[in-house]
């Protein structure tokens, strides 16, 4: 549904009078105005006169962004210099300003100046993602496979007269062409779609008043979409440690590291660091990685990962980190000291970045970890601002962000009201072997539906059988045993977080077993297990807790 259609007139729509009340006399109405019916959403319930666009394009839609502040005429008409003012040209940010003026509306978005390493003053077009997230350490996850796919050849008969030798200064310098070169991209794609990119810090002045490094700027809505930042807990010597952001752009490779935090950050970089052939170290709270993952999952990565080299310290907080003479640094946790660290890496969360935005003051809720609240359109407590993305806490991933930036635009201007959709977000994490997974965990599937049927796979996947190496692959169908649809899926083991990605779709259309049952598999691969498992490993019920526990289903030989 569009802000306006070409169908009937319907002049008579209260809507319409009311516009036509506030219009003042010399306004140049569009003879063709009058053919035009309105509908306007109730988040449309206010209109200004549109009446200042710094870069002016033809747009056909430009025409009918007529909109007066008041419906009832008490208001004085507000002229706004945007219809809509981003603040942060992240993930979220980026795609609500371009689909906001792809649909018309007249916006500007403002950003910090680049650089790899975030803080009050710099950031940079892309955001998180693109900077210091997603894409740099998947880059860094690429870099350092190969050591493991080295060892994996030589059973496949690649012999090498000396060891591979890596050069950490061409990673660095290739993988940081490639983020001047994306940053380029989403400035382009900014200016493409008519949106005025401003550099500088926004800061929230009152409900229609942004201010960039002093300058002010009137929007009839504005978004918040400034991502978060990584947290260090404030622990003796803390300022000697580093956090991933300064992890994805070191200037040599770190001999000893440890890593704090058993997150999926912390395992994709003990991941990253471990390939790259550096000592790791990885200390939890908690008995093992990944919390609110499946448990299966949880105990099967963390054992293929020992398995690769790292030293898991579990049920150990760090307390104090000491500088030595000779500049290396020592970890005292509750449990004693490891000596001889190169670098020590929190990964211990991230915090939003609501601090010094102005936020309190013009009445935006913030919650006591300092996210934004927002409604199930993204609208905080102040109804002109927005947010959305890592800021408000949700799902704390791109696509997530994504989603909820298009939903946005498609409310204020395209007239549909639009809610994000969280049900069986897939995700993956790229730790070494990675995991793919979508929808519930068996615990939270025993929780909601009581009784479920749980197929598990635990198997040697065929390139382990000649490259010798202990690499095994674990994957998890969840079924509701009522309606027998599938409403869990996990995998760690190559390809998994492509894998899932395919079924993710089966998961979200509630596809059931019976469904899987009868997609043909594609042969020889590890993914044909999900369509081939054909005896749970335990079916839960709530009367009795497990009908027998039938053991992982063994993935066969070739073809047989
Ligand atoms: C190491 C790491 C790895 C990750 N890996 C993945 C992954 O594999 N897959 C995945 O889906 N997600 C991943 N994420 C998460 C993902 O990066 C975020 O969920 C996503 O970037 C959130 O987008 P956003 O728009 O909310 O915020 P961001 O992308 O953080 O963008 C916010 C922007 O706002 C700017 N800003 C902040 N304050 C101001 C201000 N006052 N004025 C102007 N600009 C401001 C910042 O500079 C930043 O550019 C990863 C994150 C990290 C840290």
Request: net charge neutral; glycine share 8%; hydrophobic share 35%.
């Amino acid at each position: 549904m569009a802000t306006t259609s070409f169908t009937a007139p319907k002049l008579s729509s209260p809507t319409f009078q009311t516009l036509c009340r506030n219009l003042p006399l010399s306004l140049p109405i569009p003879k063709t105005l009058s053919s035009f019916s309105f509908h306007l959403s109730p988040f449309l319930s206010r209109f200004h006169l549109h009446h200042h666009h710094p870069t002016p394009r033809f747009h056909p839609r430009r025409l009918f962004a007529v909109r007066a502040e008041s419906e009832n005429g008490a208001e004085p008409l507000r002229h706004y210099d945007f219809d809509l003012f981003t603040i942060g040209a992240g993930s979220g940010g980026v795609r609500a300003s371009r689909f906001a003026a792809n649909f018309g509306a007249s916006v500007a978005v403002c950003e910090l100046p680049f650089s790899t390493i975030s803080s009050e003053t710099t950031g940079g077009v892309g955001g998180t993602c693109v900077l210091r997230g997603c894409v740099p350490k998947k880059l860094m996850v690429y870099a350092s496979k190969y050591s493991h796919e080295f060892d994996e050849s030589n059973g496949f008969g690649w012999k090498y007269d000396t060891e591979p030798k890596h050069d950490w200064s061409t990673l660095m310098a290739n993988k940081n062409a490639e983020l001047q070169r994306l940053t380029g991209i989403y400035k382009n794609i900014l200016n493409k779609a008519g949106v005025t990119l401003i550099e500088g810090r926004g800061k929230v002045v009152d409900p229609h008043t942004v201010d960039v490094d002093g300058k002010l700027y009137t929007a009839r809505h504005i978004l918040i979409s400034v991502g978060g930042r990584p947290f260090i807990p404030d622990i003796p010597g803390s300022e000697y440690a580093i956090d991933s952001d300064a992890a994805l752009d070191l200037p040599s490779k770190p001999e000893k590291v440890a890593i704090v935090g058993g997150g999926y950050i912390a395992l994709e970089f003990a991941g990253i660091f471990n390939g790259l052939t550096s000592e790791v170290h990885v200390f939890i709270r908690q008995k093992k990685v990944l919390r609110g993952f499946d448990e299966e999952i949880r105990d099967f990565v963390g054992e293929q990962m020992a398995l690769r080299g790292i030293q898991f310290h579990t049920e150990e907080s760090p307390q104090a980190i000491v500088k030595s003479a000779d500049g290396s640094l020592s970890l005292k946790t509750n449990e004693g000291t490891i000596e001889g660290f190169s670098h020590i890496m929190f990964a211990t969360g991230r915090r939003p970045n609501t601090k010094n935005l102005g936020l309190e003051s013009v009445g935006v809720k913030i919650n006591k970890n300092g996210a934004i609240e927002v409604d199930e359109y993204s609208r905080t407590t102040v109804p002109s601002i927005w947010a959305v993305g890592d800021v408000t806490d949700r799902i704390n991933l791109t696509p997530v962000a994504l989603m909820e930036g298009a939903a946005l635009a498609k409310t204020l201007f395209q007239n549909e009201p639009t809610k994000p959709d969280y049900r069986a977000v897939p995700s993956a994490v790229f730790s070494q072997p990675p995991i793919g997974q979508v929808g519930l965990t068996e615990e939270q599937a025993r929780k909601e539906y009581g009784d479920i049927d749980v197929y598990t796979a635990n198997f040697r996947p065929l390139k382990a059988t000649l490259s010798g190496l202990p690499d095994r692959v674990f994957m998890k169908l969840i079924v509701c045993a009522k309606t027998n649809k599938v409403i869990g899926l996990h995998m760690c083991g190559e390809d998994s977080a492509e894998i899932a990605q395919g079924f993710a779709v089966a998961v979200k259309a509630g596809l059931t077993k019976a469904d899987f049952d009868a997609t043909v598999g594609i042969h020889p691969t590890s993914a044909e297990e999900f369509v081939t498992m054909r005896t749970p490993t335990r079916k839960i019920r709530q009367s009795s807790e497990s009908q027998g526990n039938m053991g992982h289903e063994a993935k066969t030989a070739a073809g047989v």
